[in-house]
């Protein structure tokens, strides 16, 4: 009865290399995100997705692809692997719209920790 | 443009002892106000948050957090610490503008470290 799910827990790849992080949530929301935590645990927002449109498009190099193919996924896809991409990715899910309540808790994945060597 | 602060990289409290962990933040408007707790190793657990009403708000664990308009603060506090309180916090804002860029969109302080020794 997982909330916000995702897989991997740990990527370890090598430079270069292409990788894909999946996340599902079973809430029932309609926004999702993807966050970055760096080795500082600052977060840092990268990605946003309402109703697998996107809305937030942070600053993040063209190589981090999301997709959304339903509301209840969003994976990210990094092509070329860089050591800085080392991190733990975060994915989160909101209901995005609908009473005041239930607007804006996001709740967050267990994290994908991602080592680039 | 919205920001968070948390003043305090560390806070460290005895056990039994009160504590508070420090929140400013800066919006335009009346904010969404929310504070999440995360574990070593774990994502983030959602403690409580401030939409409306009573300026004090009661959460998981029994933390609570009161809201100051005036000072624009945010802070969390637990009138009696436990060494399972030992964590990382996050305060985290909100503008009640929800379209847009800005939906469901929240701002994340740097997060605030509490050690609480036995």
């Known amino acids: 009865d997982t909330a916000v799910s995702q897989t991997p827990k740990y990527l370890v790849t090598q430079m270069g290399n292409d990788k894909s992080i999946k996340c599902e949530q079973n809430?029932?929301?309609?926004?999702m995100y993807w966050y970055k935590q760096d080795s500082k645990k600052f977060l840092k927002i990268m990605f946003s997705?309402?109703?697998?449109?996107?809305?937030i498009n942070e600053t993040v190099p063209n190589r981090f692809s999301p997709k959304s193919p339903d509301k209840a996924h969003l994976n990210l896809h990094i092509n070329s692997l860089e050591l800085g991409d080392s991190a733990v990715y975060f994915c989160?899910?909101?209901?995005?719209?609908?009473?005041?309540?239930?607007?804006?808790?996001?709740?967050f994945g267990p994290g994908t920790r991602l080592t680039v060597l | 443009a919205q920001s968070v602060a948390q003043p305090e990289d560390q806070v460290n409290v005895a056990e039994g002892n009160p504590l508070t962990v420090k929140c400013t933040y800066s919006?335009?408007?009346?904010?969404?106000l929310f504070w999440y707790v995360q574990y070593p190793n774990r994502g983030l657990q959602f403690l409580l948050k401030?939409?409306?009403?009573?300026?004090l708000v009661k959460g998981s664990y029994g933390f609570e957090a009161e809201f100051n308009k005036s000072q624009t603060s945010f802070h969390l506090k637990k009138p009696s610490a436990l060494v399972s309180d030992s964590a990382l916090y996050f305060c985290?804002?909100?503008?009640?503008?929800?379209?847009?860029?800005?939906?469901?969109?929240?701002?994340f302080g740097r997060g605030t470290q509490l050690t609480v020794w036995p």
């Open positions: 919006v335009s408007g009346n904010p969404y």
């Open positions: 997705y309402n109703n697998k449109e996107l809305i």
């Open positions: 985290a804002v909100r503008d009640r503008k929800n379209r847009g860029s800005t939906l469901g969109r929240l701002y």
């Open positions: 989160a899910s909101s209901q995005g719209v609908g009473g005041q309540i239930q607007v804006g808790t996001q709740y």
């Open positions: 401030y939409i409306t009403g009573d300026n």
């Open positions: 809430l029932g929301h309609d926004t």
